[in-house]
């Protein structure tokens, strides 16, 4: 095995990894479901069920995934974590303020600035 299929499985798990744990986050998070099969979690991420079994099984060996019942995991604390970060970079983006508003710490908000023009966008 090379250097370069080396990097590239390891960039692969990672893939899967983020994958992985941000879909349970978000379903858990959801109400949809605490534990999930590795056929419906192929679904949700267009893949194939056997890829993400496999991916699935490397999670729980890892401490991110706990096996519950025959091909179904759900997130350990570990993964519970690891899945809220990943999806709150994934997704950060999203949730920033929109075009021409200020964020929450912007000088305009102050209230001693009350009616004040604020240079980073037009009122």
């Known amino acids: 095995m090379t250097v370069e ?7 692969d798990e990672l893939f899967w990894q983020d994958e992985i744990l941000q879909a349970m986050y978000w379903l858990r998070g959801e109400g949809l479901a605490e534990v ?3 056929a419906d979690l192929a679904r949700l991420l ?16 890892g401490g991110y995934l706990e096996r ?3 091909g179904r995991y759900r ?3 570990m993964g519970r974590l690891e899945g809220a ?3 709150r970079d994934e997704f950060a983006d999203f949730t920033r ?3 021409g508003e200020c964020a929450d710490d912007c000088w305009c908000k102050n209230p ?7 240079p980073s966008h037009s009122h």
């Open 5 to 11: 299929s080396n990097g590239r499985e390891a960039l």
């Open 112 to 118: 001693d600035r009350a009616g004040e023009p604020c």
């Open 36 to 38: 999930v099969g590795r």
């Open 75 to 77: 997130l350990t604390e």
């Open 97 to 99: 303020s929109g075009h």
């Open 85 to 87: 970060r990943s999806f």
């Open 46 to 61: 267009a893949s194939e069920p056997r890829t993400v079994g496999h991916q699935m099984g490397r999670l729980a060996a």
């Open 68 to 70: 519950v019942g025959r």
